[in-house]
């Protein structure tokens, strides 16, 4: 008898893996990835209740092809399976359903490569399983990152629960250095405890953050069966909300490892001079002073302070340059222009006492690049009387003056062709490295108060686009401000430590992979810059 057509396509339909009939979207290339592998209760044998048949939202599954929508079970393109129809739901439903909430990805990927009735002996390094898992994360990893593995094995060692610890953390360890992934987070599941022979194991397994870093362990108490070993479908979603919640914790740990800190102050302005209106220049020594112990224990990488430690007088260095010393630390000083407020024949000599002879320069943190930024290059005070530069900014100054710019102040100052040229290198070089950056100037590009850099304008228009430019770091404004342009950068200007109105002031940044937390001290506000 011929088959009618509709009945063909629908026989068609039923034999396809159910995750090849979503019509969700295919993901970007920039999945957070996670490797669930283990034994039968990862592969899943419990029934997926029908409220749980449908495709998670922003969430893939990996086919060791190409990814589909992820919906159960999630363990039916494992390479090393049983039967299909012995794959149901599993604790990598539930693991990623609530990930996607914890962790706010719109885009995450499974990788689920369980096999039933597998001993832990079959997973170890050189076997095939082993070799396969490999090949399986580095194919799926070209488009994304992988953030952890789930583990849920031991049924089949339960019995050697004193030998398997051992197995576990060799196997971690080749999984991670395979990867050359030291800190791959790793969450470990106990079994269920219908049978007494499972309570040792689970005991051993609850040793596993102790003996290897970066490993948590999910337990089973509150859950059931349905046969004495696989765990039922409440069971199952429990199971995998809590491996979400201890990956979390772990992310968060490996987030706060990779994080540092550096300080800020700004605008101390000394000078041996009598307090006028806000500004009391022999008090913001002791302000100074007091601040150093609070920057002290956020135990800083470098502090940096924003320009104008003087307000006046070359000899005026040494109280507050001494007073730092007490800084745990290494000192980045930016140029201010009170810093220069000299006589003409010292000038030369400021960049040398205070340790930035150039003005300008860069150095590196990990994926950040730092730019020290010379704001006095064209400008007035930042030169003698007389000379090409101090001309060029009368120049300047004059062109703004006539145009009606508010900023053209003989406090201002600006950045020259050649200076300019460097930062628009710097910026572009950290882009195509994939690098962050964070420029320091004693000047702010914004907000347009009067007090911003002379050419402001032309410096945001050359690099103020580029995804790599993450904050500008300024001080001369005592006031303090904070600014988020259009294009996501951040313009940050600290409160000058000159005026004061709490004992201590400044601030201490914690930088993570994706954002800065502003620690402010005193009267300094607390922000969070995420990266854009």
């Given at each position: 008898?011929?088959?009618?057509?509709?009945?063909?396509l629908?026989?068609?339909?039923?034999?396809?893996?159910?995750?090849?009939?979503?019509?969700?979207?295919?993901?970007?290339?920039?999945?957070?990835?996670?490797l669930a592998?283990?034994?039968s209760n990862?592969?899943g044998?419990?029934?997926?209740?029908?409220?749980?048949s449908a495709?998670l939202?922003?969430?893939?599954l990996?086919?060791?092809?190409?990814w589909?929508?992820?919906?159960?079970?999630?363990?039916?393109?494992?390479?090393i399976?049983k039967?299909?129809?012995?794959?149901?739901?599993?604790?990598?439903?539930?693991?990623?359903?609530k990930?996607?909430?914890?962790?706010?990805?719109?885009?995450?990927?499974l990788?689920?490569?369980?096999?039933?009735?597998s001993a832990?002996?079959?997973?170890?390094?050189?076997?095939?399983?082993f070799?396969?898992?490999?090949?399986?994360v580095?194919?799926?990893?070209?488009?994304?990152?992988?953030?952890?593995?789930?583990?849920?094995?031991?049924?089949?060692?339960?019995g050697?629960?004193?030998?398997?610890l051992?197995?576990?953390?060799h196997?971690?360890?080749?999984?991670?250095?395979s990867?050359?992934?030291?800190?791959l987070?790793?969450?470990?599941?106990?079994?269920?405890?219908?049978?007494?022979?499972?309570?040792p194991?689970?005991?051993q397994l609850?040793?596993?953050p102790e003996?290897?870093p970066?490993?948590?362990?999910?337990l089973?108490?509150?859950?059931?069966?349905?046969?004495?070993?696989?765990?039922?479908?409440?069971?199952?979603?429990?199971?995998?909300?809590?491996?979400?919640?201890?990956?979390n914790?772990?992310?968060?740990?490996?987030?706060?490892?990779?994080?540092?800190?550096f300080g800020?102050?700004?605008?101390?302005?000394?000078?041996?001079a009598?307090?006028?209106?806000?500004?009391?220049?022999?008090?913001t020594?002791?302000?100074?002073?007091?601040?150093?112990?609070?920057?002290?224990?956020f135990?800083?990488?470098f502090?940096l302070?924003?320009?104008?430690?003087?307000?006046?007088d070359?000899?005026?260095?040494?109280?507050?340059?001494?007073?730092?010393?007490?800084?745990?630390?290494?000192?980045?000083?930016?140029?201010?222009?009170?810093?220069?407020?000299?006589?003409?024949?010292?000038?030369?000599?400021?960049?040398?006492?205070?340790?930035?002879?150039?003005?300008?320069y860069?150095?590196?943190?990990?994926?950040?690049?730092?730019?020290?930024?010379?704001g006095?290059?064209?400008?007035?005070?930042?030169?003698?009387?007389?000379?090409?530069?101090?001309?060029?900014?009368?120049?300047?100054?004059?062109?703004?003056?006539?145009?009606?710019?508010?900023?053209?102040?003989p406090?201002?100052g600006?950045?020259?062709?050649e200076?300019?040229?460097?930062?628009?290198?710097?910026?572009?070089?950290?882009?195509?490295?994939g690098?962050?950056?964070?420029?320091?100037?004693?000047?702010?590009?914004?907000?347009e108060?009067?007090?911003?850099?002379?050419?402001?304008?032309?410096?945001?228009?050359?690099?103020?686009?580029?995804?790599?430019?993450?904050?500008w770091?300024?001080?001369?404004?005592?006031?303090?401000?904070y600014?988020?342009?259009?294009?996501?950068?951040?313009h940050?200007?600290?409160?000058?430590?000159?005026?004061?109105?709490s004992?201590?002031?400044?601030?201490?940044?914690?930088?993570?992979?994706?954002?800065?937390?502003?620690?402010?001290i005193?009267?300094e506000?607390?922000?969070?810059?995420?990266?854009r």
């Amino acid at each position: 008898m011929r088959l009618s057509i509709k009945l063909l396509l629908l026989i068609f339909a039923t034999c396809q893996p159910v995750g090849l009939l979503s019509a969700q979207p295919a993901p970007e290339k920039d999945l957070d990835i996670y490797l669930a592998i283990g034994q039968s209760n990862m592969a899943g044998r419990a029934v997926v209740p029908p409220d749980l048949s449908a495709p998670l939202d922003g969430v893939f599954l990996f086919t060791g092809e190409n990814w589909v929508a992820a919906r159960n079970p999630l363990n039916i393109y494992s390479s090393i399976r049983k039967d299909s129809g012995m794959q149901r739901l599993s604790p990598s439903y539930g693991f990623a359903r609530k990930m996607a909430t914890l962790q706010k990805s719109k885009n995450l990927g499974l990788v689920v490569n369980a096999k039933g009735g597998s001993a832990i002996e079959e997973w170890m390094p050189g076997t095939p399983f082993f070799e396969d898992m490999l090949l399986r994360v580095r194919q799926a990893t070209k488009d994304g990152t992988l953030r952890g593995v789930i583990w849920h094995q031991g049924e089949s060692n339960a019995g050697k629960p004193e030998v398997y610890l051992n197995q576990l953390g060799h196997f971690i360890t080749a999984l991670r250095d395979s990867l050359s992934m030291p800190h791959l987070p790793f969450v470990a599941g106990q079994l269920s405890v219908d049978k007494e022979l499972r309570k040792p194991f689970n005991e051993q397994l609850l040793q596993l953050p102790e003996r290897v870093p970066h490993t948590a362990v999910v337990l089973s108490y509150g859950t059931a069966t349905f046969d004495s070993t696989h765990f039922d479908s409440p069971s199952q979603v429990l199971l995998g909300e809590r491996y979400a919640e201890k990956m979390n914790l772990l992310l968060q740990e490996n987030q706060h490892q990779q994080s540092f800190t550096f300080g800020l102050i700004a605008d101390v302005q000394y000078a041996d001079a009598a307090t006028a209106g806000k500004r009391n220049y022999r008090g913001t020594l002791k302000t100074l002073e007091r601040t150093i112990p609070f920057l002290n224990a956020f135990e800083p990488e470098f502090v940096l302070t924003l320009g104008d430690l003087i307000d006046r007088d070359f000899e005026s260095f040494d109280a507050p340059l001494g007073i730092l010393e007490g800084v745990h630390a290494p000192l980045h000083h930016v140029w201010g222009n009170h810093d220069f407020s000299v006589a003409d024949n010292l000038k030369a000599k400021v960049g040398e006492k205070l340790g930035n002879s150039t003005g300008y320069y860069s150095f590196e943190r990990g994926n950040l690049v730092f730019l020290v930024v010379n704001g006095m290059d064209i400008s007035l005070e930042g030169h003698p009387e007389g000379s090409e530069n101090y001309q060029k900014a009368s120049d300047w100054m004059a062109r703004l003056e006539s145009s009606g710019a508010n900023n053209a102040k003989p406090w201002n100052g600006g950045i020259g062709e050649e200076q300019l040229a460097w930062l628009v290198s710097k910026v572009s070089e950290a882009e195509n490295s994939g690098k962050k950056v964070l420029v320091f100037c004693h000047y702010p590009l914004l907000p347009e108060n009067g007090l911003h850099l002379l050419n402001s304008r032309e410096v945001l228009s050359k690099i103020g686009r580029s995804p790599a430019l993450v904050a500008w770091f300024s001080g001369h404004h005592h006031e303090g401000n904070y600014v988020q342009d259009a294009q996501g950068l951040h313009h940050l200007t600290l409160r000058g430590m000159v005026e004061a109105q709490s004992p201590v002031l400044g601030a201490a940044v914690r930088v993570y992979p994706d954002k800065m937390v502003i620690h402010g001290i005193g009267d300094e506000m607390d922000r969070v810059l995420e990266f854009r």
